[in-house]
């Protein structure tokens, strides 16, 4: 019982802290014509990396596209 009062909070401390990470996936759609396009960071991880995500949900929103979801 006792390592159930310690497990609980520690499980929702690391469910938190996974939820406020970076999203590294982003599908975007086409309403108009239902065409999915997807913007994922490199498993680098790096700084680069990151603009090259934010550069590509950019140009897929000047082309029509909106954010359908990001992970």
């Known amino acids: 019982m006792v390592r159930l009062i310690y497990l609980v909070p520690l499980l929702l401390a690391l469910g938190c802290a996974s939820m406020s990470a970076k999203h590294s996936r982003t599908l975007l759609m086409d309403r108009s ?39």
């Open 33 to 71: 014509t239902g065409e999915t396009k997807e913007c994922t960071v490199r498993a680098a991880r790096t700084v680069l990396a990151y603009e090259e995500y934010e550069k590509c949900i950019k140009t897929a929103e000047e082309q029509g596209y909106t954010v359908w979801s990001q992970y």
